[in-house]
């Protein structure tokens, strides 16, 4: 009787402390929960040596451990390789080896005293892909992300084969938001921030908001750096679009508020072999909210011989 009164003891005591771990830092939680959930898709977590810094990055081999197409995957301004999750072993089940990289100032790499332009960002990937020992890749970009895998096509089209963005920045639009809508002080800027990326935003619970408000602060540094920079107008593409010469497709949430269609159907008109790729009732997370269209899109492109040229569609989206 007293061993297993000692064992209920010892159950309520770990119950306790989980709680306390997960009240104090829900988002550390669930981190580990996205991680183990990568782990058990088969996707390796690694780090590897990028101009003197040690760069985290993600990698999964296809099916069948084959060789498979490269496919760089490129995550957008205060975001990481885990927002990929979503499609990092399906695009992998459809024979592609993906790399999904830490840019510099975010995720697990590190976060040194540097402009965090675009232009330290596309050379930073560029120097990834050579860290890894990829020639030449397919590369995709959400958002920021999106820019800088436009920026790395145009200069350095020796590595990249086919170009895919999502929602991406890289153009001059008048924006609705200022800089600080990145770096919410409390729950009130936290739900702005989450109106303006999502058209069906969930309110975090008081704890979990507040844990989220803590989290982007502690990077809030970077984050600003790389707005300044996208915002001082050097690194701009609107008058290098017509360099882009790959087959290229723009995948774009109907209802992005953060950066609206506009901005995707400008780029289509001005990189000519662009296809643009429409999701209805999704906004600027449509690579993880809408992920059933956006993989479907992103793979029929990727495979498409011979490569898909010009055109508009909207993609069919199940509830």
Known sequence: MRVV????????????LAGAVFYLHPLWVADQQIRFHLWREGVKSDYVQVDGYRLHYFEVLPAGGG??????????LGARGEDWGSMLAALAGQGFHVYAPDLLGYGRSPRPDVDYSISLQ?????????????????????SMGGWVAMKLAIDHPELVNRLVIYDSAGVYFPATFTAELFTPVD????N???????PHPIRLPGFAAKDAVRKLQENAWVIDRSMASMTNGRDLLDFQLYKITQPMLIVWGEKDELIPLAVGEAIHRRVPQSVLNVVPGCGHLAPAECVGPVIASTVSFLRADPPMQGGEKTLAVVR
Do not use: N
């Open 5 to 16: 009164l000692r064992v209920v003891a010892a159950l309520v005591v770990l119950v306790v």
């Open 67 to 76: 060789g498979g197409v490269p496919l760089v995957l490129v995550h957008g």
């Open 122 to 142: 596309e050379k930073t990937v560029a120097d990834f892909m050579q860290a890894v020992h990829v020639a030449r890749a397919d590369v995709g970009g959400w």
């Open 187 to 190: 729950a009130a800027g936290l």
């Open 192 to 198: 702005r921030l989450m109106a303006m990326l999502t």
